[in-house]
Nanobody, 114 residues
């Protein structure tokens, strides 16, 4: 089974930037629709951004213009570049397919606070 490992989270001030990485144990990014999800405390997990095997991207309205999703198929890695971060972006971020049929990784915590 494909394993997904997220990394790159941390504590950042409002307006700051982070780049998250999602490393897969197998070559899935060229074959599937993939996405970044997040779950804030007390809230349901939500889809943040998605990318198709052809590179078409989609974003939830609250992150449009601030987040960029990309993949490096040669490295079996997906990225989420986040800029102009806001406190409401605070959450644990996960990667998975769309729909999320792969096992969930441990996620990476992003905290936006001054």
């Amino acid at each position: 089974q494909v394993q997904l490992v997220e990394s790159g989270g941390g504590l950042v001030q409002p307006g700051g930037s982070l780049r998250l990485s999602c490393a897969a144990s197998g070559s899935i990014f060229s074959l599937n629709l993939m996405g970044w999800y997040r779950q804030a405390p007390g809230k349901q997990r939500e889809l943040v951004a998605s990318i198709s095997s052809r590179g078409f991207t989609n974003y939830r309205d609250s992150v449009k213009g601030r987040f960029t999703i990309s993949t490096d198929n040669a490295k079996n890695t997906m990225y989420l570049q986040m800029s102009s971060l806001k406190p409401e972006d605070t959450a644990v971020y996960y990667c998975n397919g769309m729909p999320p049929l792969l096992g969930w990784g441990q996620g990476t915590q992003v905290t936006v606070s001054s």
